[in-house]
Structures are given as C-alpha cells and as structure tokens.
C-alpha cells in the first residue's frame, strides 16, 4: 500500500489530453514540493516534473504539474504513442522521514 | 555526461549480505544527495534510503537497522551496506542523485538515476 495515490491505470488516444492525479496528505503533499516520474518499458524513471510545477532542460512543455492542498495532478496534452510508460509521483514525507512514492499509473495511448 | 553507474548486485543466499556501489560523474557530487531506490518488477518504485551531502543518513522502515548508506565525496561514490538480506529485498536498486540546492528534501527532484543493478535474494 502506497503512501500516496495514484489511479492504476488510465488510456486516451493520441492528440488528446490526460490527467493522472496523485493524492496524499499534510505530511507529504500538502506541505511539500511534489516530482513527477516516467518510467518506459524496460528503462529507468525520468525526472518529469519537480517543484510540483517545473520541467527539467528536455522535458517538453505538453507536461504540467499542479498541486492544491494534498493533491498533486500531472497533465499531458497532444498525447503520443511514444507517451506509453508508468508514471509515479513523490514526494518527501515529514512524518516518515523519507521519500514517498505513488503505486503509479499506467499510460495507454490508445 | 551526467550519470551514475550502478555495480555489485548479484545472487545471495538468505541471511547473506550485499555491497552496492554507485559511482557518479558529470556533476559536481558535492552539492547532490544521494538515494538508492528500489523496484520489484512489475512493481512500483520503493524508496530505501538516502544520505545527505554532510552525511545524514534516512532509512526506510522495511531496511532500517539492516542497511547502511554511506558516501566517499573524494570518489564520487554512494554505497548501500545490506545484511541479513531476505527474499523481499529481491529487486533492481537504482541510484540516483538530487541536487542539493533548497532547504528541504523535496527540492529539485530525483534528477539523475542510474540503470539499476539487480539484486536476487534466493537459496
């Protein structure tokens, strides 16, 4: 069981808009920064988003992160095929004294 | 090339114990944290542990007591010390570097993450 959550999977088809949203609580989330995370097939993770809103040198600008309260939300627009891949959120936990992860969200562009 | 290169996961037996070592290049390690973190495959990520540039060492509940994090900044290198390794360590451990630049530890993100080495904990 993750300490953030994240829904398991969600599908849209190319050229059209996702959102995958990441929820957790006033020890992580709602008074932390939250990063993003994408993880091809067979790859390592990705820095994507950090700062909750801010994309590292590469990272196109059809990635956004938001976050309201103890929610966080990673938007991606004109969807590509190349988009396929896991998506995790994380942050670090005041209360656990460490890094937390969402359990990730599979992304089928259909 | 900014990286960081994973070495020294392998078969152990239960009960047995593990050295993994990271070595970085491309950055100014110094100004980095550094964290092993861990995926069972076809699982999510797990964090483990992590140490900061003066040292501060964080643990995980699942390995606290078990795993030691240490770093040799005049090598560019991070270790992850693993004893009485169980079947439940059975992952691939990434290492991975985050910029040490703000107050918190929420800063900057996990920007720089290695292959991953592949430890299997089996008799």
């Known amino acids: 069981q993750s300490v953030l959550t994240q829904p398991p999977s969600v599908s849209a088809a190319p050229g059209q808009k996702v959102t995958i949203s990441c929820s957790g609580s006033?020890?992580?989330?709602?008074?932390?920064?939250v990063s993003w995370y994408q993880q091809l097939p067979g790859t390592a993770p990705k820095l994507l988003i950090y700062?909750?809103?801010k994309r590292p040198s590469g990272i196109p600008d059809r990635f956004s992160g938001s976050k309201s309260g103890t929610s966080a939300s990673l938007g991606i627009t004109g969807l590509q095929t190349g988009d396929e891949a896991d998506y995790f959120c994380?942050?670090?936990?005041?209360?656990?004294?460490?890094?937390?992860f969402g359990g990730g969200t599979k992304l089928t562009v259909l | 090339e900014v990286q960081v290169v994973e070495s020294g996961g392998g078969l152990v037996q239960p009960g047995g114990s593990l050295r993994l070592s990271c070595a970085a290049s491309?950055?100014?390690?110094?100004?980095?944290?550094m964290h092993w973190v861990r995926q069972v495959t076809g699982n999510g990520l797990e964090w483990v542990s992590a140490?900061?540039?003066?040292?501060?060492?964080y643990y995980s509940g699942s390995v606290k007591g078990r795993f030691t994090i240490s770093r040799e900044n005049a090598k560019n290198s991070v270790y992850l010390q693993m004893n009485s390794l169980t079947a439940g360590d059975t992952a691939v451990y990434y290492c991975?570097?985050?910029?040490?630049?703000?107050?918190?530890?929420?800063?900057?993100?996990?920007?720089?993450w290695g292959r991953g080495t592949t430890v299997t904990v089996s008799s």
């Open positions: 006033s020890s992580n989330i709602g008074n932390r920064y």
């Open positions: 994380g942050t670090w936990d005041t209360s656990l004294s460490g890094v937390v």
């Open positions: 700062d909750s809103n």
């Open positions: 491309g950055f100014d390690f110094n100004t980095y944290d």
């Open positions: 140490i900061g540039t003066a040292s501060d060492t």
């Open positions: 991975v570097g985050q910029y040490s630049g703000g107050p918190g530890w929420d800063d900057y993100g996990l920007g720089v």
